[in-house]
């Protein structure tokens, strides 16, 4: 048990090495790092918290087809939450790599498999609009929008101001402007 701790405390060191080759612009060889020492899948914990430092990585290099691709072939047996966590990263990959049809292709998968929390659920119908404003679907933005706000009895100001976006980007500012 103390050896596994001993273990778990170098790796933890080694993990600090990556984010601070991270802060220090040397993202290629963290990721070597992670590559080579990031724990098996089966000390979930462990190789959770190396999976995040490696997305993180990737958003910095702006790698999106590394980070969207990762969260698709994750590891059985892994807890919903994280899963949850790592798909909805890819999501916002694809929408970063301006790929609308990928994020959908993910959130879709999210909302219709995943029993995901509300605060969940809400930030990826947010996400499947961003993804029509990135196509210039403002039709299926401004009707997933109502949708939305139906459903989450939103009513706050950023939520105005996108749905006055979308009814101006629709040709229809009389609406916007009420």
């Known amino acids: 048990r103390d050896l596994?701790?001993?273990?778990?405390?170098r790796l933890d060191d080694v993990l600090e090495r990556v984010r601070a080759l991270t802060r220090g612009g040397a993202t290629q060889l963290a990721l070597r790092l992670i590559d080579q020492l990031q724990p098996a899948v089966t000390q979930a914990e462990a190789w959770m918290r190396w999976e995040k430092e490696r997305y993180a990585l990737y958003r910095a290099q702006r790698d999106w087809a590394q980070l969207a691709g990762r969260a698709t072939g994750l590891p059985a047996g892994l807890p919903p939450e994280f899963v949850h966590w790592a798909k909805?990263?890819?999501a916002r990959a694809h929408l970063s790599a301006s790929d609308a049809e990928g994020a959908r292709r993910v959130l879709r998968d999210l909302l219709w498999r995943e029993p995901g929390s509300?605060?969940?659920?809400?930030?990826w119908r947010q996400l499947?609009?961003?993804s029509y404003l990135i196509e210039d679907n403002v039709g299926d933005a401004h009707t997933a929008?109502?949708?939305y706000r139906a459903d989450f009895q939103v009513n706050g100001p950023a939520w105005r101001q996108l749905e006055a976006?979308?009814?101006v980007r629709a040709g229809r500012p009389k609406e916007a402007y009420a």
């Open 4 to 9: 596994a701790a001993v273990r778990i405390g």
């Open 165 to 167: 976006t979308i009814l």
């Open 128 to 130: 499947v609009i961003r």
């Open 145 to 147: 929008l109502q949708q």
């Open 88 to 90: 909805t990263e890819a």
């Open 118 to 123: 509300r605060d969940e659920r809400a930030e």
